[in-house]
């Protein structure tokens, strides 16, 4: 089955709008019940135009990340976006701060301290299977050898499990 990849703006009728990316199996004109992944509850949107339909999911990325950057859409109150898409992943503009962009890792993460219940575990394992890594097949370059090879390795035990530390 084929995949469609498009941009999308949907909507508050007489508010705020959310600019978002999207992948899906049928035609973008029937996803009509997709409005986003936002985390502002305040917003409800009920309108959804498409922007662009892309070939690849990287194109689609592409386009996000450009709309995003030129509504400035992390800090425009007209949007309900929080964080503005980057090739890396979302980053956010922290209150308080001029414009410094934090990463959504780590300490900013928004999943710090919480685990997956055995629920959604089983459920990101179900909806794993089948899917082929990326890289399979795709042997590194001889410049990828030679960083992996000159790295200094270091084994760790700590209470019977072996980590190895790459310095």
């Known amino acids: ?73 992390h800090k425009n109150p007209h949007f309900a976006n929080k964080s503005k898409a980057t090739s890396t992943g979302f980053y956010v503009c922290m209150e308080g701060e001029d414009n410094p962009m934090t990463a959504m890792k780590g300490e900013n993460s928004p999943f710090k301290g919480k685990k997956h219940t055995e629920e959604s575990k089983k459920l990101i394992s179900e909806k794993a299977k089948g899917r082929v890594a990326p890289n399979k097949g795709k042997p590194h370059s001889e410049e990828t050898k030679q960083k992996i090879g000159g790295k200094k390795k270091t084994t760790v035990c700590i209470k019977k499990t072996s980590i190895t530390v790459w310095r």
């Open 1 to 73: 089955m084929s995949k469609y990849f498009y941009v999308y703006y949907s909507y508050e009728e007489f508010g705020r709008g959310y600019i978002g990316k999207r992948e899906c199996k049928c035609l973008p004109e029937e996803d009509v019940k997709y409005f986003g992944t936002y985390r502002d509850r305040t917003f409800k949107p009920t309108q959804k135009i498409i922007l662009e339909i892309f070939a690849s999911r990287e194109e689609v990325m592409d386009a996000e990340i450009k709309l995003h950057n030129f509504y400035e859409v």
